[in-house]
């Protein structure tokens, strides 16, 4: 009778441990929400890209919301505006947890935060969409001689990684940069939600120190910088203090793409450009996705565009170029 009992105790065991490895590796994972998030881009659906951001601890997005990390205007880098409403191809995701040191005096009892690195190859077909990469002073709005433009094509490696992914685009036409609409709508709700919780804290701190009440040339202070906030214009506030060590002034905000002025004066016509440019071939995207507890999704804390490989024209063939410099120097 033990035997018999034991066995079934072992079967049930065994059943239960084939029922979990069956389980489909998306159901409590990540990769499920990294689908999610690429779906989101490659539909160019911006409200649903924005909602796959967000921290564990606190959501901390750049200065317009998440949204900049979507649109060449913020000049967040990385970027991944050449990819909104594009095609392309991933194959398998994989994962791995990350121990991240917490700070656990903020947590709740409940809250048991997770992090993972997600590394998702993907590649880009031509004959849809590959992302051109461009040179970096065409790519800022500085025009350039045809003489440059060659040196670039000989060895588009050098300095690629100031403005990497913003370098990215899938045009050379005029407006190319510009805020689309959607995600104008999402940085001017940013904007009034931010302020608006900016002047609740201010009443806070003021009752809390006696009482006080905003002043009512404060109140028309505050309502005037709700107004005149548009998408536009915080990009222009952005662009002022976006000056880092690592790049001039000259290359604050992405622009749509400058001429290339060939030996005889004249532009080089954009067809013609096009042709000439290096695209995009393949590149891992990993993603450190987050949560704060189990019963919560995973979201996109923070991402990067590692290992580039660009396809460059030569005549009717394409040489493949590995991007090695696409870090930073440390």
Known sequence: MRFILALFFIAIFLIVGFTALKISPDEDTPVKYARRFLNSLQDGDYQHAVSSFGGNICRCPADLGWVSYLI???AEEPNLAFMMGKRFIHSSITF???????????????EKPQDYEVDIPISFEPSIYAPMFLPLDMAYGLPMKSTDLNAFLADPDKDSWKGLTLRLRPSLAPGTVAIPADAKMHIDSYIRDKK???KEEREMRLKKEGGAQESPQEAADSEAIDNEATAAEKAR??????????LDSKYLVP???AEVVGEDGKAISSQDLEARLPRLKAALLKLHMVRRDPTQPFTVFHFVVSDPVLAVPTGNEFRQVILKNFKPPM
């Open 96 to 110: 791995k947890k990350l121990e991240i040191a917490t700070d656990k005096s903020k947590q709740t009892p409940f």
């Open 196 to 198: 608006r919780r900016e």
């Open 72 to 74: 060449y205007g913020s």
């Open 255 to 257: 622009k749509d793409a």
């Open 237 to 246: 506030e952005l662009a002022k203090t976006a000056l880092t060590e690592s």
